[in-house]
C-alpha cells in the first residue's frame, strides 16, 4: 500500500469515525418534553396538557395516558377521545408553535421550558411561555416578539438545549444581556 492510499484510508476513517459520533437531532432537541418516557417511549409534550383544549379554549386540561397520541415523536396526552381524534386531523392546528418552547425565549436564542399555565392564541397559533414575567414582557411587544422568536427558530429548532445555555467564554456579560433585543425598543 503506497504512502498516498494508507493517508488517503486515514482522513476516510476519520470522516466516518466523526459521522458516526455526530448526535442527530432528536425530537427532544426540537420539541419541549417532560424529562423521562412514555410507555410509548417517547417524551411527553404540554407537560400533559390536552393542547386542543389549550389551543382552542384556552383552559387547562390535564391530558389522560389512555388519550395518548404520538406526533413527531412527542406523546399527547388528551382530555377526551374527542379531542384527540380531533388533533389527528390537523396536529399543527393544535400543537405549540416553537416545539411547546417559551416564544419569548426563542426570541432571545434561547429554549426555555413553555409552560400550558402561560398561553396565548395569536392568529390561531398557540405560544406558551416560561412564567408570568416573560409572558408580561411578550404581552408588551408581542408583533415584535413573535417575528424575533419566527426568525431565531430557523436558527435554533435542532440546537440541543444544552447548547444554547452553555456559559459565556471568558466571563463578562453575554451580548444579549448588553443589547436590546427587539427592533422599536426605546
Same mark, same amino acid.
Given at each position: 500500500?503506497?504512502?498516498?492510499?494508507?493517508?488517503?484510508?486515514?482522513? %476516510?476513517?476519520?470522516?466516518?469515525? &466523526? =459521522?458516526?459520533?455526530?448526535?442527530?437531532?432528536? =425530537?427532544?432537541?426540537?420539541?419541549?418534553?417532560?424529562?423521562?418516557?412514555?410507555?410509548?417511549?417517547?417524551?411527553?409534550?404540554?407537560?400533559?396538557?390536552?393542547?386542543?383544549?389549550?389551543?382552542?379554549?384556552?383552559?387547562?386540561?390535564?391530558?389522560?395516558?389512555?388519550?395518548?397520541?404520538?406526533?413527531?415523536?412527542?406523546?399527547?396526552?388528551? =382530555?377526551?377521545?374527542?379531542?384527540? &381524534?380531533?388533533?389527528?386531523?390537523?396536529?399543527?392546528?393544535?400543537?405549540?408553535?416553537?416545539?411547546?418552547?417559551?416564544?419569548?425565549?426563542?426570541?432571545?436564542?434561547?429554549?426555555?421550558?413553555?409552560?400550558?399555565?402561560?398561553?396565548?392564541? %395569536?392568529?390561531?397559533?398557540?405560544?406558551?411561555?416560561?412564567?408570568?414575567?416573560?409572558?408580561?414582557?411578550?404581552?408588551?411587544?408581542?408583533?415584535?416578539?413573535?417575528?424575533?422568536?419566527?426568525?431565531?427558530?430557523?436558527?435554533?429548532?435542532? %440546537?440541543?438545549?444544552?447548547?444554547?445555555?452553555?456559559?459565556?467564554?471568558?466571563?463578562?456579560?453575554?451580548?444579549? =444581556?448588553?443589547?436590546?433585543?427587539?427592533?422599536?425598543?426605546?
Amino acid at each position: 500500500m503506497s504512502k498516498f492510499s494508507r493517508h488517503s484510508s486515514s482522513i %476516510v476513517f476519520a470522516i466516518l469515525l &466523526a =459521522a458516526a459520533s455526530a448526535s442527530p437531532a432528536l =425530537a427532544e432537541d426540537e420539541y419541549n418534553v417532560s424529562k423521562g418516557y412514555t410507555l410509548d417511549g417517547v417524551g411527553l409534550g404540554v407537560h400533559g396538557v390536552d393542547p386542543v383544549v389549550l389551543g382552542s379554549a384556552k383552559a387547562v386540561a390535564e391530558g389522560d395516558a389512555a388519550h395518548t397520541v404520538v406526533h413527531d415523536g412527542v406523546a399527547y396526552y388528551f =382530555a377526551s377521545p374527542i379531542t384527540a &381524534a380531533r388533533s389527528q386531523g390537523d396536529p399543527a392546528l393544535y400543537l405549540p408553535q416553537y416545539g411547546g418552547f417559551c416564544a419569548y425565549a426563542v426570541a432571545l436564542g434561547r429554549k426555555l421550558d413553555g409552560d400550558p399555565r402561560f398561553a396565548d392564541i %395569536v392568529d390561531g397559533k398557540l405560544y406558551l411561555f416560561v412564567n408570568a414575567v416573560a409572558f408580561e414582557k411578550y404581552l408588551a411587544d408581542k408583533d415584535n416578539i413573535l417575528r424575533n422568536a419566527d426568525a431565531k427558530w430557523s436558527e435554533i429548532r435542532s %440546537v440541543p438545549v444544552e447548547d444554547l445555555r452553555r456559559p459565556v467564554s471568558g466571563g463578562g456579560t453575554p451580548d444579549h =444581556a448588553r443589547r436590546r433585543p427587539f427592533e422599536g425598543d426605546a
